[in-house]
T-cell receptor
Framework: DAGVIQSPRHEVTEMGQEVTLRCKPI?????LFWYRQTMMRGLELLIY????????DSGMPEDRFSAKMPNASFSTLKIQPSEPRDSAVYFC?????????????FGEGSRLTVL | QQQVKQSPQSLIVQKGGISIINCAYE??????FPWYQQFPGKGPALLIA???DVSEKKEGRFTISFNKSAKQFSLHIMDSQPGDSATYFC??????????WGAGTKLIIKP
């Protein structure tokens, strides 16, 4: 079975550019999470969706960040405009049950470098 | 109250030794305590988890010990192997069903 699929795996961009990260959750999973990982701040939950509806976006750093889940098999995280402090590894995770009552399955991450 | 404090930040253990990672919390409403293992270039993956109604859970060489009164839980890796070298995260689930993560422990097993 395919796991959570993220793209791109690596992205290098210049400050001010728009960045779009993509995620395909595991089929049948109804919760999707976007996390950011840095050495300084560890794992931070940015936003999570349940049945394609955003439930908690309190972790989204600022208005430059937005996330969508147009259907059960696809989600995007967009940063516009990007800044060097956005450099991090962004993980998407999905779960079979609502909230985090079940195991989180993480993708391999998208490493973003903003110059 | 929402924090999970994890220690140590890094740990070096000889092959065959016991690796111990500790976590502490304050919020007594936490009701589920998973440990995730992360290898370089990969996402975290669930290793083992425990609920507060039991004091210990063992899966192979991995054991969680849970002390409800002290609000502490720990991961023990017996007979540690080089393949166990990874970053380990403890977490706790709050009343909103969200995971609160520890800062992570980078474990290195020396052959």
């Amino acid at each position: 079975d395919a796991g959570v699929i993220q793209s791109p795996r690596h992205e290098v961009t210049e400050m001010g550019q728009e960045v779009t990260l993509r995620c395909k959750p595991i089929s049948g999973h109804n919760s999707l999470f976007w996390y950011r990982q840095t050495m300084m701040r560890g794992l931070e939950l940015l936003i999570y969706f349940n049945n394609n509806v955003p439930i908690d976006d309190s972790g989204m750093p600022e208005d430059r960040f937005s996330a969508k889940m147009p259907n059960a098999s696809f989600s995007t995280l967009k940063i516009q405009p990007s800044e060097p402090r956005d450099s991090a590894v962004y993980f998407c995770a999905s779960s079979l049950t609502s909230g985090t009552t079940g195991e989180l399955f993480f993708g391999e991450g998208s490493r973003l470098t903003v110059l | 109250q929402q924090q999970v404090k994890q220690s140590p930040q890094s740990l070096i253990v000889q092959k065959g030794g016991i690796s111990i990672i500790n976590c502490a919390y304050e919020n007594t409403a936490f009701d589920y305590f998973p440990w995730y293992q992360q290898f370089p270039g990969k996402g975290p993956a669930l290793l083992i988890a425990i609920r507060p109604d039991v004091s210990e859970k063992k899966e192979g060489r991995f054991t969680i010990s849970f002390n409800k009164s002290a609000k502490q839980f720990s991961l023990h890796i017996m007979d540690s192997q080089p393949g166990d070298s990874a970053t380990y995260f403890c977490a706790a689930r709050d009343s909103n069903y969200q995971l609160i993560w520890g800062a992570g422990t980078k474990l290195i097993i020396k052959p």
